[in-house]
């Protein structure tokens, strides 16, 4: 049940995104590392607690905006959350929604 995002506005938060898919109740967010030059790269990780309200939310978020800016919303493998995410802790880019996760 995760998800990844692209083309996020630079500036955007974990809060923002959380109030991107507020009522699909993401469990957590990741922020993509930042691009070789520091800048952030646009993209994110949202786990959410079923594979239905994963694909519930991609499928109603998929080419939305967030503010100027047309978010792509794709499936993705645990793996590759897992590996963001542990790059993201390093960083203190990651958000743990309502609770931990189970």
Known sequence: PFLRLRGLPFEAAPEDIARFFDSFRPLMIVLGAP???GRPSGEAYVEFATAEDAE???AARHKATMG???VEVYACAQE??????QTSE???AAM????ARG
Not at 96 to 99: A, D, M, N, S, V
């Open 35 to 37: 691009s070789f030059n």
């Open 56 to 58: 519930q939310a991609r």
């Open 68 to 70: 100027s800016r047309w």
């Open 80 to 85: 590759e959350f897992n590996k963001a995410a």
């Open 90 to 92: 390093a960083l203190d």
């Open 96 to 99: 743990l929604l309502r609770g």
